[in-house]
């Protein structure tokens, strides 16, 4: 059985054990059983990078759902684990970190990402007259800073960080080398791609060596959603502020727009990555509460509004004859599925049987492959009609890849509702998928401009 060197966390696990023998009347468990089995949670999350006292916290909380005497235990101590004040950060070679120092080295990338936005201006590149290189290297201004981040805080190995520079100095060769038409489809294609290909080759380099276990994949998931919440309220804040600026300066009879536009919310938006960054790493705690509950909350919400918009196509039978506008937002819509399947699994304890979300989930899946196909005949109508080209193409192949994800997600997600099999088997189906999204983004990226002419 794993012992901690940290005497405080061996001190809360003595604290547990001695409540669950108090309360054997509620566990039919063996002690040590459960014992071992928050031992190996807890070494887990301490991996990812959390605190041992955070981690210690964690695992009760999801032993609890398996354990009644735990879960006895969890309601009486878990207020005082909640506070909201970030523990000093742990890299997973063990290296303390001090939140002083933290904060002034993500500030700084933070800036370095925000002024990468401005450096073509030198070079007489303005957003204005050459909108193509910015959207094709948006990625390229704030995705090397994070990782920069991410290198100084975990210390990954130099083959980590040899294959993500390498795949740096790949995406800005495609991404700048090839000869595109002006407002070509291959441009715009390459320019919503490049990111989904590097943010997940990131993700390889933010977990290290542990990508090929879903224990590592499943941490960048989480990572990925929780970035994605404190960007989305880091971007309402900013929004609000930049706002009541220019309109305060705007009654003193100061035009402010230009520098809100030309600068502050260009750089705002590239250095906020890197700041959400930082507050997920140093308040998982808090995040953690947020996220999960958000996915529960818009499960069933997105499941009932895709079964209303089913209804309303077949009873109108205008699934077949979907505009490219309509099609799009579909696919925005099933991308969304698809990340709440991913962030679903990640907040859930596999050891739990089925449950109505586990259900609910289920009816979400089959209303987005209904969706999906109705999609798929729609875009074959277009091809039939028009002819091939890079959007119909592109959008071809990422409906397939998300019929291929959604397909394997019916399928697992059934068998444990049904009682067939664990919720593992789901999760490594999800978890196991990821790269495809990657395979089909670098192919748009590296294919797709030469195929069609880089028009």
């Not at 290909?197 to 977990?207: D, E, F």
């Not at 276990?213 to 930049?242: C, H, K, P, Q, W």
């Not at 300066?249 to 600068?263: K, P, Q, T, V, Y």
């Not at 930082?278 to 529960?296: C, I």
Request: aromatic share 12%; glycine share 10%.
């Amino acid at each position: 059985m794993t012992q901690f060197t940290d005497p405080h966390v061996e001190g809360q696990i003595a604290e547990w054990r001695s409540w669950v023998e108090r309360h054997r009347s509620l566990t039919s468990t063996p002690t040590e059983q459960l014992e071992a089995n928050l031992r190996e949670r807890i070494q887990e999350l301490a991996r990812s990078g959390l605190e041992p006292e955070e981690a210690f916290a964690i695992a009760v909380r999801r032993l609890a759902q398996l354990d009644p005497a735990t879960a006895r235990f969890a309601s009486q101590h878990w207020a005082r684990w909640c506070e909201l004040s970030p523990a000093r950060p742990v890299t997973e070679q063990g290296r303390r970190v001090e939140p002083s120092r933290e904060i002034f080295v993500a500030l700084g990338l933070a800036a370095g990402a925000g002024l990468a936005v401005q450096a073509p201006r030198l070079f007489g590149l303005h957003f204005d007259t050459h909108p193509g290189f910015y959207l094709r290297n948006a990625s390229l201004f704030v995705l090397p800073f994070l990782a920069a981040y991410l290198f100084w805080k975990r210390k990954p190995t130099r083959v980590v960080r040899a294959g993500l520079a390498g795949a740096f100095l790949l995406a800005a060769v495609f991404a700048n080398l090839y000869p595109f038409h002006s407002r070509s489809d291959t441009q715009i294609l390459t320019a919503l791609h490049l990111p989904i290909a590097l943010w997940l080759v990131l993700g390889w380099a933010y977990v290290g060596g542990r990508w090929r276990g879903n224990g590592g994949r499943m941490d960048f998931v989480r990572f990925s959603g929780e970035l994605a919440i404190y960007y989305v309220l880091l971007a309402l804040g900013g929004g609000v502020l930049t706002a009541l600026t220019v309109n305060l300066f705007g009654a003193i009879g100061h035009d402010a727009r230009w520098l809100a536009e030309d600068w502050v919310i260009p750089s705002g938006a590239a250095g906020a990555v890197i700041v959400s960054c930082w507050l997920v790493e140093t308040k998982r705690q808090v995040t953690g509460h947020v996220a999960p509950l958000l996915t529960r909350v818009f499960t069933p919400l997105l499941a009932v509004f895709l079964m209303a918009l089913l209804g309303t196509m077949a009873w109108t039978w205008s699934g077949v004859t979907l505009k490219r506008e309509v099609l799009i937002l579909l696919d925005v819509l099933l991308a969304i599925v698809v990340a709440l399947l991913l962030y679903g699994a990640s907040a859930r304890e596999p050891d739990a049987p089925p449950g109505w979300f586990d259900r609910m989930q289920l009816v979400l899946v089959f209303s987005a492959l209904a969706v999906d196909f109705l999609a798929l005949v729609a875009i074959a109508n277009r091809v039939s009609e028009f002819g091939l080209s890079p959007n119909r193409v592109a959008a071809l192949g990422e409906n397939l890849v998300l019929l291929g994800h959604l397909v394997g997600g019916a399928w697992f997600g059934g068998r444990f509702v049904l009682g067939r099999d664990s919720f593992g088997a789901a999760e490594r189906w999800h978890l196991a998928y990821l790269p495809v999204y990657a395979g089909w983004a670098g192919a748009v990226v590296v294919l797709f401009p030469p195929v069609f002419g880089y028009r």
